[in-house]
């Protein structure tokens, strides 16, 4: 935990957002490709790193997108505008992470726990999958 005053940062990484933000028109599997490797997949059979024709191959009705980093750091940043109902302290850094300082939200929301936990809940019912570090 890195605490600077009366500041308690959090990393929120939205280690999902490149899936995320793909508009999906049925239910068949996803994966995103960069550099005609798998980056990211939400099928557990492929994994990143893996050459597409050999994820095809492995899933055959799996649907390839290219990734999208221009989309995924404007999807950021509106996660980053939304962040500010949370706290006023809000870093947009690398690797789809914004970093929080809700050292002031704590008389807001009670403990560091809770505030944890409601960030996380709030994410999640919008659809994000995170992971949270303090």
Known sequence: MIRLGRAVWVAVRFERLCL??????DARPLAIAEQHRIY????PAIEPGLAVATAHALVADLVTVARQPERE??????????AYAVT????????????????????????LVQCVCRLRTALEA???HVAIGI
Do not use: F, K, M
């Open 40 to 43: 990211a997949s939400d099928h």
């Open 126 to 128: 919008r659809g994000h």
């Open 88 to 111: 006023p302290v809000v870093v947009v850094a690398e690797e789809n992470t914004l970093l929080l300082d809700i050292g002031g939200c704590r008389l807001l929301y009670g403990d």
């Open 20 to 25: 995320e933000i793909i508009d999906r028109a």
């Open 73 to 82: 750091a404007q999807a950021l940043l509106q996660l980053a505008h939304w």
